[in-house]
Structures are given as C-alpha cells and as structure tokens.
C-alpha cells in the first residue's frame, strides 16, 4: 500500500521510516484511521485470550491421567455407513475461510462506492457466517448426542469436552457477533449511510466506509483463531 | 441534530497558514510546526442533565466518575480492613467476627483495593482527565466507548458488592482465589460469592478494555502538532504503558474466570483434581491447580506495575514541578519505563515458588525478578536528582512526593529479600510479604494519588485544597502507614503466618500480641485520618482559596486550557501548538522560572536552552 500523502511530512523506507514515524508528532502510525488503529490493537489483547485458552488446552490434554480420545474418530461423520473423519471439519473451515474472501471484496467495493456489491458482499459474509455456527451447532448436538458433556466424556479424559465445547463456543460467539454486525452494516450500506456520512445510533460519528474495513479486520481475525482451534483439536 | 457538533472541520482543519503559533511554514523558520494530520475531531456535547453529567461522553466527567467510584469502593475496602485489625489486636471485641468472616473481609480487602481502586482510580481516574488534556487532544478518540466502559466499571462494582447480600456471602479464598479450595464448601462463599466474583471480574476486564483502547489510540494517534512521543510529559508514558499491560495481562484473568465458572457451575475439570469434600469423593478429576496459578500471576504480577507504572509517572511530574527542575534523564525515565512493563511479564511465577517448580524455573524467575531491580533503581535515583540542589516547594504536595520516595524503597528492599527463593520459601505466607506489598504497591502508590490529588484539584474545581488540614493529612497517614507496616516485618522475622483468623498458644504469640495491638490503633488511627482528605475535598470545593490559571507555574498543556475547569473539548477554538517537551523549569536567562510547551522557540531565543 502507497503511503499517504501527508502535508510537511516525508516519508523515509524501511525501519528508518519506521523510527522517523515514531519520533514524528501527532501520530505514529501515519494515515491510519482512529478505529482501525483500535481494531489491531483489539485484536492484540484477543489474540492474547485465546492463547491462553489454547495454552491451557495444551497443558490440560498434556496431564490427564486418563487418554485424550481420537479426534479421527470423534469427529467423524458416517457417510453411508462409511465414517469419514475430517468431512464436516473441512466444510465448516472451507465456508469460513470464504467467507474472508467476499468480506474482502466488500471492503474493496466499499471504497470503490459501489454501494450494492459492497451490501451484497457482505450479506454473503454474514451467511457463510451463519452456516459455519449452524455446521458447529449441528457437530455440537452430534458429540451431546453421543454422550459428550463438558463434564463427562465416553471416549476418555473428561478434559475433552470441557474444553472442546469452551473453546469452540467462545469462537463461536465471536462469529455470531460478527455476523450481528455485519447485518447491521449491511443494512447501512444498502441505506447509504456511508456514503452520506450519517451518523451512528449510539455513537454519533458520521459513518464512513472504513468502518467496513475495520470490521473486516475483525472478521479476518475470527477466520485465523479458527485455524489454530482447528489444528489443535482436529489436526493433534 | 446537527447542532449538537462541532461542525467547524473547514475552519478548524489546521493548516500552518492559518494558524498562528506554527510559524510561517518555511522549513528554515525555528518555529515551523507541520501542519495537522487530521481534522478537528467532533465531539458530542450534552445538553441535558442525563448526557452532561449521567452518561456524558467528556473524559473529564468520565475520570472524575471513575474516581469517585474507585475512592466509594476503596473506602469499603478500608472498613473491611479495620475490621480485620480489630479482630486481629482485640479479639475480644470483636466477637461479631468469626472465623469465615475474617476470611471474607481478607478477600474482599485484597481484590478491592488492587483491582477495583487502585486500577481504576490511575487508569479510569487519572488516564482519562489527564491524558487528552496532556495530549493536546480534545477528548479521548472514542467517547461513546469511553463512555459505557465507566458504566461497565459501575455494574461489576456492584455485582461485587452484591457478594455481600447472597447466601454463603463472598468468597473468601484469599484474593488470589486459588482452587480448589475457592471453589468446595468449607471455604466461605464458595456458592455464590465465588460466581459473583468471576462475573464481577469478567465485567471488569470487558469495561476496562474498552477504556483502555481509548488511552492507547488517543496516545498513539490523537496528540497535537509538535507532541512527539518523547514530549510527553511521564505521567503519559506511565498511564500509555501500564494501558499496554493491562491489554495483555488481563485476558489471562479472564480466561482464569471463565474457567473456575464453569468448575463450579457445570462441573468441569479444569483446575479441579480428583478431590475428597467432607469424606465424599466428587465428581472432579484430573484437572490441574497449578494451571491456575499460572494465569493467575501472569496476570496477577503485571497488574503490580499496572498500579505502579502510572505512579512513576504521575510522581515524576509533581516533583519536576514543586521542585521547579526539569526532571533528570528524562529519556532513561521513559526506557525504564517501557522496561519494567516489559520484564513484568517474565516474572511471574516469583509467586509461586513455594508451589512446588523445577528448580531451574525457580532460578530462572529469581533472575527475572532481581533484574527489575535496575531500571526501578534508575528511577529512583533519577527522582532524587531531580530533587538534588533543585529549588523545592515544600508544599502538601512536595511531601507526598518524599513519602512516596521512601517508601518505595523500603518496599522495594525487601522485595529483593523476597525475590530470593531461598530467602522467599520461609518468609512465604508471613507478614512480611504483608509489609512488602503494603509498603510497595499499597501505600507507595496511595502516596502519589494523595499528592495527585493536592496537585490536580485546582484544576479540576479552579480552587486549592487546605494546605493546612493537608499538612495533618500527610503526618498522620506517613508516620501511621509506618507504624502498620514496619513492626510487620519483624512479625514476619518471627513466622507469624499471615491470613490467620487467631494465634491461638503459638510460642511466638506473647511478642506478637502487644505489636498487633499496637499496629491495630495504628491501623484505625490512619484510615480515619483518611476522612481529613474528604472533608477538605467538601470543604474546599465551595470555600477554598480560587487558584486561578496554572497556579503551580507548570509548564504541561493541562494547565493551559482556554478555561479553568476544562470546558468539554478542552482547548477552545484551537488547539495548542507544542514546541517543547514539558520541563522546561529554572532556565537560565529566562523571564520566569517555567517555559510551557505552547512557547515558540523565537520567543526564548537568548536563555540556554536545549532543543528537545
């Protein structure tokens, strides 16, 4: 990305642009929204909770006295009496990660001003969205079904469920947040909020499209967590 | 509603040609300033009672609520602690108090004034009056957010209080809330009162995060033409980067929270290892204790300098000002700073020593810790030579300063004992770990709010506090904050075990008792003394001596707002110009002994001055 353009101020490359940017007034992360600036920074101190959850997971399944189930077995589905392992877990990660994809391409409409590709590609975010909670409540009332709890477990350490359902709850309702926002967003960009520059219900602030990007980070986010969550109890 | 805003962006839009106080925009100019990055932000102005002093969207109004709330629940804090002292030198009075009680109020005490006053009143309070106004900025970058993290903070403190009016009362497994005992019977509280404080504290991290965004950005983003990072006055720094740690360290807490919630309400196994509870076997097995010590103290021990790290900050000021000289090695201050926030989160297991670790970890985290001895220790001397040959004020404010210096190295000495696992495993569990952390992160950073407080109020209410009743309001509370905590030491010397509801016929009780009444008059005598500050707060607020503009000749952009009190947006029409950093004092050849930041160069062109 070209940097921007900024009155009385010039641009240096590398780390010694990165020094002059830190010593320089006003800003230091040059051109770069308030709320985006906040989003990164959000996002830090989530990274940091669901490393400690995956941190606990890790030391939880390392010292159980009793096995850690078969994760192939576990999350299988049995397609016409055959068990498939990995199926529904391949679809569920493919959706999500699609659904990055049309988010981008939203954020990408948005500063195009081509307001009704952005609406749509956002709606399409949030469905991919919806499907994935819906797949993750299928799997989650498959596992409740066969006996899991978070506080028992047929197939060995208790630990399994309670953190399989910890954790992928916790993900799962930041996705279901996610999706929240992304309908209230839709809905403002179908009714041009953005490109009026009306102002918020709760917040006042004239809408703007970076608001879209801003959300997009977020959803990128949830996207990455899901890869890790999908390593460690699937791929482990 | 357009009106409600600023809707000035095309005038206020600052560019160097028609602002002045920028120069002209030549580059060889000496008071050249670029121009602003970023339109004048718009702000939402109350016009009612509900949005101009409820949920009003000022940061101002917003770090006075968060003060006078932090000060409402440290003052509960410091009823519970009374009552401990009463129970602990005069069992016999108290005889209302049982055992389960004494351990309620420990716990209560504890997390009140760690989490609830301490973090609240430097970061809520003081983060939100101070840093837009020392940034130069209008307010913080998201008000509205701002906003619902105080009423975040005001719902968790009452959940918390709540704890005391459910069945079972508040837990009362010590404020570390260890499991398993925080959560199996026979610890007070381990129904409801543990479950109320998980959600308390899970509120807390959820308000605060949204607090702290704002400090971060608006530190980051949002200060004025000419403030640089290295302009910022340290109170700055210090509140920026204890910000950066609570970002960091709380998540642990919370992740802490959520999972001794589900231990307790659905029965998980996390913390919890097969375990016996009144003969019975229950249904928990193979979780690990340990795991919760961990995060914990990873978020436990930032949050020490959490509560230390704004105090640097804040105390680093007040002296450069009553001390009317720039405050020496500025720089190293902030990398030391910047470094203690850094090496805190390698330390943490120093609270663990006696559970049990690889003795090559316990090396290791006595390295850690003894290493932050060097940029504290830098700190200080750089605070007594920022004192030495300066020309001192010896005001209210100026004595908390050296109470706050003293005691913050007699704190910090014995956290070097402390930080020894040979020397830690038997003084663990005593009163001097008591006398340690009262000493250190008590009464050390109680000390600089108390002068904060002298400082600020002219401020924030255009009128002095009584320099005379604050004078009493020093004695009392630094000479009774020592008598508390320096016979704990010798206490712990002889192993008097601390969160033990009575001696009973231990052989060290004969010397112990007549020392624990003694800290115990001590004890009531300082938090009555307390009550000094709140009647010359009531006091002065109508009938105090007017201060007037910037009554301490102070040189930081807070004292030069259009009006004192700060109206909402801070600076009037426009926003200050900043050419200095913000202690300039006693320049030779200068006019007056202070040069505020907004003085251009061309005006002080014959004093010796450095460019900074």
Same mark, same amino acid.
């Given at each position: 990305?070209?940097?921007?353009?900024?009155?009385?101020?010039?641009?240096?490359?590398?780390?010694?642009?990165?020094?002059?940017?830190?010593?320089?007034?006003?800003?230091?992360?040059?051109?770069?929204?308030?709320?985006?600036?906040?989003?990164?920074?959000?996002?830090?101190?989530?990274?940091?909770?669901?490393?400690?959850?995956?941190?606990?997971?890790?030391?939880?399944?390392?010292?159980?006295?009793?096995?850690?189930?078969?994760?192939?077995?576990?999350?299988?589905? &049995? !397609?016409?009496?055959?068990?498939?392992? +990995?199926?529904?877990? %391949?679809?569920? @990660? #493919?959706?999500?990660?699609?659904?990055? *994809?049309?988010?981008?391409?939203?954020?990408?409409?948005?500063?195009?001003?081509?307001?009704?590709?952005?609406?749509?590609?956002?709606?399409?975010?949030?469905?991919?969205?919806?499907?994935?909670?819906?797949?993750?409540?299928?799997?989650?009332?498959?596992?409740?079904?066969?006996?899991?709890?978070?506080?028992?477990?047929?197939?060995?350490?208790?630990?399994?469920?309670?953190?399989?359902?910890?954790?992928?709850?916790?993900?799962?309702? &930041? !996705?279901?947040?996610?999706?929240?926002? +992304?309908?209230?967003? %839709?809905?403002? @960009? #179908?009714?041009?909020?953005?490109?009026? *520059?009306?102002?918020?219900?709760?917040?006042?602030?004239?809408?703007?499209?970076?608001?879209?990007?801003?959300?997009?980070?977020?959803?990128?986010?949830?996207?990455?967590?899901?890869?890790?969550?999908?390593?460690?109890?699937?791929?482990? | 509603?357009?009106?409600?805003?600023?809707?000035?962006?095309?005038?206020?839009?600052?560019?160097?040609?028609?602002?002045?106080?920028?120069?002209?925009?030549?580059?060889?100019?000496?008071?050249?300033?670029?121009?602003?990055?970023?339109?004048?932000?718009?702000?939402?102005?109350?016009?009612?009672?509900?949005?101009?002093?409820?949920?009003?969207?000022?940061?101002?109004?917003?770090?006075?609520?968060?003060?006078?709330?932090?000060?409402?629940?440290?003052?509960?804090?410091?009823?519970?602690?009374?009552?401990?002292?009463?129970?602990?030198?005069?069992?016999?009075?108290?005889?209302?108090?049982?055992?389960?009680?004494?351990?309620?109020?420990?716990?209560?005490?504890?997390?009140?004034?760690?989490?609830?006053?301490?973090?609240?009143?430097?970061?809520?309070?003081?983060?939100?009056?101070?840093?837009?106004?020392?940034?130069?900025?209008?307010?913080?970058?998201?008000?509205?957010?701002?906003?619902?993290?105080?009423?975040?903070?005001?719902?968790?403190?009452?959940?918390?209080?709540?704890?005391?009016?459910?069945?079972?009362?508040?837990?009362?497994?010590?404020?570390?809330?260890?499991?398993?005992?925080?959560?199996?019977?026979?610890?007070?509280?381990?129904?409801?009162?543990?479950?109320?404080?998980?959600?308390?504290?899970?509120?807390?991290?959820?308000?605060?995060?949204?607090?702290?965004?704002?400090?971060?950005?608006?530190?980051?983003?949002?200060?004025?033409?000419?403030?640089?990072?290295?302009?910022?006055?340290?109170?700055?720094?210090?509140?920026?980067?204890?910000?950066?740690?609570?970002?960091?360290?709380?998540?642990?807490?919370?992740?802490?929270?959520?999972?001794?919630?589900?231990?307790?309400?659905?029965?998980?196994?996390?913390?919890?290892?097969?375990?016996?509870?009144?003969?019975?076997?229950?249904?928990?097995?193979?979780?690990?204790?340990?795991?919760?010590?961990?995060?914990?103290?990873?978020?436990?021990?930032?949050?020490?300098?959490?509560?230390?790290?704004?105090?640097?900050?804040?105390?680093?000021?007040?002296?450069?000002?009553?001390?009317?000289?720039?405050?020496?090695?500025?720089?190293?201050?902030?990398?030391?700073?910047?470094?203690?926030?850094?090496?805190?989160?390698?330390?943490?297991?120093?609270?663990?020593?006696?559970?049990?670790?690889?003795?090559?970890?316990?090396?290791?985290?006595?390295?850690?810790?003894?290493?932050?001895?060097?940029?504290?220790?830098?700190?200080?001397?750089?605070?007594?030579?920022?004192?030495?040959?300066?020309?001192?004020?010896?005001?209210?404010?100026?004595?908390?300063?050296?109470?706050?210096?003293?005691?913050?190295?007699?704190?910090?000495?014995?956290?070097?004992?402390?930080?020894?696992?040979?020397?830690?495993?038997?003084?663990?569990?005593?009163?001097?770990?008591?006398?340690?952390?009262?000493?250190?992160?008590?009464?050390?950073?109680?000390?600089?709010?108390?002068?904060?407080?002298?400082?600020?109020?002219?401020?924030?209410?255009?009128?002095?506090?009584?320099?005379?009743?604050?004078?009493?309001?020093?004695?009392?509370?630094?000479?009774?904050?020592?008598?508390?905590?320096?016979?704990?030491?010798?206490?712990?010397?002889?192993?008097?075990?601390?969160?033990?509801?009575?001696?009973?016929?231990?052989?060290?009780?004969?010397?112990?008792?007549?020392?624990?009444?003694?800290?115990?008059?001590?004890?009531?005598?300082?938090?009555?003394?307390?009550?000094?500050?709140?009647?010359?707060?009531?006091?002065?607020?109508?009938?105090?001596?007017?201060?007037?503009?910037?009554?301490?000749?102070?040189?930081?952009?807070?004292?030069?707002?259009?009006?004192?009190?700060?109206?909402?947006?801070?600076?009037?029409?426009?926003?200050?110009?900043?050419?200095?950093?913000?202690?300039?004092?006693?320049?030779?050849?200068?006019?007056?002994?202070?040069?505020?930041?907004?003085?251009?160069?061309?005006?002080?062109?014959?004093?010796?001055?450095?460019?900074?």
């Amino acid at each position: 990305m070209a940097d921007p353009k900024i009155e009385g101020y010039e641009f240096k490359p590398g780390y010694k642009g990165m020094a002059a940017d830190a010593g320089s007034d006003q800003t230091l992360f040059k051109g770069v929204h308030w709320g985006k600036a906040m989003m990164w920074i959000f996002l830090l101190s989530d990274t940091f909770i669901f490393s400690c959850f995956l941190i606990s997971y890790m030391k939880g399944r390392g010292s159980t006295p009793v096995e850690w189930p078969n994760p192939s077995e576990v999350f299988a589905l &049995h !397609v016409g009496g055959v068990p498939v392992p +990995l199926l529904l877990i %391949a679809i569920m @990660t #493919f959706v999500l990660i699609t659904s990055s *994809g049309t988010m981008a391409l939203a954020v990408k409409y948005g500063y195009e001003r081509n307001r009704k590709m952005c609406g749509w590609l956002i709606l399409a975010t949030a469905l991919g969205g919806l499907t994935f909670v819906g797949m993750q409540a299928f799997e989650w009332s498959k596992l409740i079904h066969e006996g899991v709890r978070p506080w028992e477990n047929p197939f060995g350490a208790k630990q399994f469920g309670s953190f399989f359902f910890m954790i992928t709850g916790f993900h799962g309702t &930041h !996705v279901s947040i996610g999706v929240i926002f +992304l309908c209230i967003y %839709a809905y403002k @960009t #179908f009714a041009g909020h953005y490109d009026e *520059g009306k102002r918020g219900w709760f917040t006042t602030m004239k809408g703007d499209y970076v608001e879209i990007e801003i959300l997009g980070l977020y959803w990128h986010f949830v996207d990455l967590v899901w890869v890790f969550i999908f390593a460690f109890f699937y791929l482990w | 509603m357009s009106e409600d805003f600023n809707d000035k962006t095309t005038i206020q839009a600052q560019s160097s040609e028609t602002i002045s106080g920028g120069g002209t925009g030549a580059s060889s100019d000496i008071d050249y300033v670029r121009p602003a990055e970023v339109a004048d932000q718009d702000l939402y102005h109350g016009h009612s009672f509900l949005t101009k002093w409820v949920f009003c969207q000022d940061a101002k109004v917003i770090g006075v609520q968060y003060f006078l709330l932090a000060t409402f629940t440290g003052i509960i804090g410091l009823i519970l602690s009374w009552l401990m002292r009463l129970q602990l030198g005069y069992p016999e009075l108290a005889g209302f108090m049982t055992a389960e009680h004494y351990y309620q109020f420990v716990t209560m005490h504890g997390m009140i004034m760690v989490v609830y006053f301490l973090t609240a009143l430097f970061l809520g309070g003081f983060g939100n009056y101070l840093i837009p106004l020392m940034c130069g900025a209008r307010d913080m970058v998201f008000p509205y957010v701002n906003m619902v993290s105080f009423w975040m903070f005001f719902i968790a403190v009452a959940v918390l209080l709540a704890s005391f009016f459910v069945p079972g009362g508040p837990t009362g497994a010590g404020w570390t809330l260890y499991p398993p005992q925080s959560i199996i019977e026979g610890t007070p509280g381990s129904g409801m009162g543990i479950i109320l404080m998980c959600l308390s504290l899970v509120l807390f991290v959820a308000g605060f995060t949204m607090g702290g965004l704002n400090y971060l950005i608006t530190v980051l983003q949002a200060r004025t033409r000419g403030m640089t990072l290295m302009r910022m006055p340290l109170t700055v720094w210090g509140i920026f980067t204890a910000t950066v740690l609570a970002m960091l360290a709380f998540p642990a807490l919370l992740v802490g929270g959520l999972m001794m919630s589900l231990d307790k309400i659905l029965g998980t196994s996390f913390f919890m290892p097969t375990i016996l509870q009144a003969g019975e076997v229950l249904d928990y097995s193979g979780g690990s204790p340990i795991l919760f010590q961990h995060l914990f103290w990873f978020f436990g021990h930032p949050e020490v300098y959490i509560v230390a790290l704004p105090a640097f900050g804040i105390i680093s000021d007040l002296i450069s000002v009553h001390a009317r000289k720039n405050i020496f090695g500025y720089r190293m201050m902030v990398w030391a700073i910047v470094g203690i926030g850094a090496l805190s989160f390698f330390v943490w297991a120093h609270h663990m020593y006696v559970s049990g670790m690889n003795p090559w970890f316990g090396f290791f985290f006595a390295t850690t810790t003894l290493i932050i001895a060097v940029p504290t220790a830098m700190k200080v001397y750089n605070w007594i030579l920022t004192l030495w040959r300066g020309n001192i004020r010896l005001n209210v404010v100026m004595l908390w300063c050296l109470g706050f210096i003293i005691t913050f190295v007699n704190g910090g000495i014995t956290g070097i004992f402390l930080g020894n696992v040979t020397v830690d495993v038997p003084l663990s569990d005593t009163y001097f770990v008591i006398a340690h952390f009262h000493m250190v992160m008590g009464i050390a950073p109680l000390m600089v709010i108390m002068g904060a407080v002298y400082h600020w109020f002219p401020l924030v209410s255009g009128r002095f506090l009584s320099e005379k009743l604050g004078k009493w309001h020093f004695w009392f509370t630094f000479l009774g904050a020592y008598s508390i905590y320096f016979p704990m030491h010798y206490l712990g010397f002889i192993g008097v075990p601390r969160r033990y509801f009575e001696m009973y016929d231990s052989p060290y009780v004969t010397s112990a008792v007549g020392m624990n009444e003694f800290i115990s008059i001590a004890a009531f005598i300082v938090g009555a003394a307390q009550f000094i500050l709140i009647y010359n707060i009531i006091v002065s607020l109508r009938m105090g001596k007017p201060a007037g503009k910037n009554p301490w000749k102070a040189n930081s952009l807070e004292w030069h707002t259009s009006t004192v009190p700060p109206e909402h947006g801070n600076f009037g029409e426009k926003l200050p110009v900043v050419h200095r950093w913000p202690y300039d004092y006693s320049v030779p050849g200068a006019k007056e002994d202070f040069i505020p930041q907004t003085t251009p160069p061309s005006e002080v062109a014959e004093t010796e001055i450095e460019k900074t």
